[in-house]
């Protein structure tokens, strides 16, 4: 069937800014693929065959990776805000309803330390891993006092223990 259109320019190329959105929200290849209605098979060649799709993907991906990034760091820290609280009124010259500030309020989040712990096992796992690597030279005699012992002798101290 010559000049035939693949699935590719059918169900995916159409849809390459959704396929980005896809990805930024955390959807992995395999959902993606499902959503376009392909095989995740065929899906996978044409991230390898078609540079665009690799791109969306890619992009989709990084914003995702850096917006979670950017509010672990910002969780391990600490930040403050501002909290706006409006209420309906009634404008007297209009007669509509609009919303006006009341109040406005900086509240401070305190620094996490689960995120803290997250963050520094991650960057700087030599320093905040959760197994240390101990070495140790030289030698290590164990004093046991039960070492030269026969069995018989053995079974005697348990007996008279007993």
Avoid at 59 to 81: H, I, M, P, Q
Avoid at 90 to 108: C, L, S
Avoid at 151 to 159: A, D, F, S, V
Wanted: proline fraction near 4%; glycine fraction near 6%.
């Amino acid at each position: 069937m010559a000049g035939a259109r693949s699935k590719y320019h059918t169900h995916v190329e159409p849809k390459l800014l959704l396929v980005e959105a896809w990805a930024r929200d955390g959807c992995i290849d395999a959902d993606i693929a499902r959503k376009l209605g392909v095989a995740y098979s065929t899906f996978r060649e044409y991230v390898k065959q078609y540079p665009a799709l690799a791109a969306a993907l890619k992009r989709g991906k990084e914003v995702a990776d850096v917006e979670v990034e950017n509010a672990l760091f910002k969780r391990a820290v600490g930040y403050t805000y501002e909290e706006v609280t409006r209420e309906a009124t009634t404008d007297p010259k209009t007669g509509q309803t609009i919303m006006i500030e009341t109040k406005r309020v900086t509240k401070e989040v305190q620094p996490d330390v689960t995120a803290q712990i997250f963050w520094l096992k991650n960057r700087r796992p030599d320093k905040w891993r959760d197994r240390q690597e101990l070495s140790h030279s030289g030698s290590m005699e164990i004093n046991n006092p039960l070492s030269g012992l026969t069995t018989e002798e053995l079974r005697k101290l348990i007996q008279d223990d007993g």
